[in-house]
């Protein structure tokens, strides 16, 4: 499957919506689309993940390299949305104590 990256700014904020599969296939694609939009400096990026069905270990090295290049230009990250799915790989890894992610609320996945 592929991944879908739309973005929207609105000042100094940046809301990147996913869709797809976050694989070793679609990560260059990803980092690519985020790497940019994270050296800019003092914005907030909030990458949504309402529709990411699957995520590998690459993907979660794009975040990763996300979180470094938005820390080093004082801007913030933060990730939402998540499936209890996908958001148990960030907190198996330990990722989830780094990374600011939102717990999903009651009644959406």
Same mark, same amino acid.
């Given at each position: 499957?592929?991944?879908?990256?739309?973005?929207?700014?609105?000042?100094?904020?940046?809301?990147?919506?996913?869709?797809?599969?976050?694989?070793?296939?679609?990560?260059?694609?990803?980092?690519?689309?985020?790497?940019? &939009?994270?050296?800019?400096? *003092?914005?907030?990026?909030? !990458?949504?993940?309402? %529709? @990411?069905?699957?995520?590998? $270990?690459?993907?979660?090295?794009?975040?990763?390299?996300?979180?470094?290049?938005?820390?080093?230009?004082?801007?913030?990250?933060?990730?939402?949305?998540?499936?209890?799915?996908?958001?148990? &790989?960030?907190?198996?890894? *330990?990722?989830?104590?780094? !990374?600011?992610?939102? %717990? @999903?609320?009651?009644?959406? $996945?």
């Amino acid at each position: 499957m592929n991944l879908t990256i739309r973005s929207e700014q609105t000042d100094n904020a940046y809301h990147i919506y996913l869709a797809g599969e976050i694989d070793a296939y679609t990560a260059p694609q990803l980092r690519e689309s985020l790497i940019p &939009l994270a050296k800019e400096k *003092g914005i907030e990026m909030t !990458i949504h993940f309402n %529709e @990411v069905e699957y995520i590998d $270990s690459t993907g979660l090295g794009v975040f990763v390299g996300v979180l470094k290049t938005t820390d080093a230009n004082g801007s913030n990250l933060k990730l939402c949305g998540m499936s209890s799915r996908v958001r148990r &790989l960030f907190s198996i890894t *330990g990722l989830d104590e780094v !990374i600011t992610i939102e %717990e @999903v609320k009651e009644g959406q $996945s």
